[in-house]
């Protein structure tokens, strides 16, 4: 028989006696963390503890469809919870507001793929090997012999299949693929999710994408790609933070480009960077951590302090320094 790890009992066995849970995720939460949330939330509910979830942002519309119980609720003072689960969230900042709500707790348990995890639970269980917190989460439901329901197919195909580009990213393994068709055997509507997923944007991500693509620019023999996102294109194009995500994908797809960074403006001397890269040798993780940020080998973001002409200059100055260590 094989045998379940260790840190999963153990995660398991903590929640045998705990029956109110609250289940957070980080700031401007993505496919990879609302589905978490929402998939471990539903099996919890199902095995009869008294769940909901949590975030600082709300649920991105075009997920909305997968909160159909309305699990999520705005954060309320004074709550008490025997456990506190994170998901998807690398560090206890990336929380953002919602860690005032959550001080009420018996235990803390974090569950996360970010190699730059700060292991800030009671528990902690981070695999940076895995490509989504989406496998993480359907291995914990498997070895807690929690029933994955069709609806909670469907948020975990959702989680793994946006955090690995549908699939295309290198972090996604073969053992991805056989907990997608788990996944698709169990239910999983590929055609709903799809369509809302991928196949509904709002026009005003399309006129955002226009800015992008008449905005952006090279550098470092066109092996960079940039652009920035400022609160004024939000205006003129009618769009949300929430629109933004995947268009730093539209500049990594440039043939020559290996690096591809988005520079956002939160607050005239706060800016948001987010950086991609498709070269083994470069990481980017280790350029965000530069910042006070992190992530993925692959994929990474920090938040920085200073006149945007000066951030953009430091950025760039790392980026060149880890394209540096591409073999010629």
């Known amino acids: 028989m094989k045998q379940t790890p260790r840190i999963i009992r153990k995660i398991i066995d903590s929640l045998k006696p705990m029956n109110r849970i609250c289940v957070v995720g980080h700031m401007r939460p993505d496919g990879d963390c609302i589905g978490s949330q929402l998939a471990l939330a539903l099996g919890l509910i199902n ?4 769940v909901v979830c949590w975030n600082q942002d709300p649920v991105p519309p075009k997920l909305k469809f997968l909160d159909s119980d309305q699990i999520f609720e705005r954060p309320r003072p004074g709550r008490t919870f025997d456990a506190v689960i994170s998901t998807d969230s690398a560090s206890f900042e990336r929380l953002g507001t919602i860690r005032e709500f959550i001080a009420e707790r018996q235990i803390l348990i974090n569950i996360d793929h970010h190699a730059s ?23 914990l439901l498997k070895e807690g012999n929690w029933t994955i329901t069709q609806h909670i197919a469907d948020c975990l195909f959702t989680a793994i299949s946006t955090d690995t580009g549908s699939f295309q990213y290198p972090t996604t393994r073969p053992s991805t693929y056989h907990v997608a068709a788990d996944l698709v055997k169990r239910g999983a509507n590929l055609a709903t999710i799809s369509n809302q997923v991928y196949n509904s944007y709002p ?11 008449n905005s952006f620019r090279l550098q470092h023999s066109n092996q960079i ?9 939000y205006e003129r194009t009618g769009a949300t933070v929430e629109d933004t995500e995947g268009l730093i994908d539209h500049i990594r797809a440039i043939e020559t480009v290996v690096v591809a960074c988005v ?12 950086l991609r890269s498709k ?21 990474a973001g920090a938040r920085i302090e200073g006149p945007p002409d000066t951030v953009q200059k430091r950025v760039l100055a790392a980026i060149k320094d880890a394209l540096a260590s591409i073999p010629t």
């Open 47 to 50: 095995a009869g503890k008294d």
């Open 117 to 139: 995890n700060t292991r800030f639970g009671d528990i902690n269980w981070v695999n940076a090997r895995e490509p989504a917190c989406g496998t993480l989460i359907y291995r």
């Open 203 to 213: 026009l005003s991500r399309v006129k955002l994408l226009g800015h992008v693509f």
């Open 225 to 233: 790609g940039f652009f920035w996102l400022r609160k004024a294109d």
């Open 263 to 274: 520079f956002e403006e939160v607050e005239p001397e706060i800016t948001r960077i987010s």
């Open 279 to 299: 070269s083994e040798a470069v990481n980017v993780n280790q350029v965000a951590q530069q910042f006070g940020g992190g992530g993925h080998k692959a994929a």
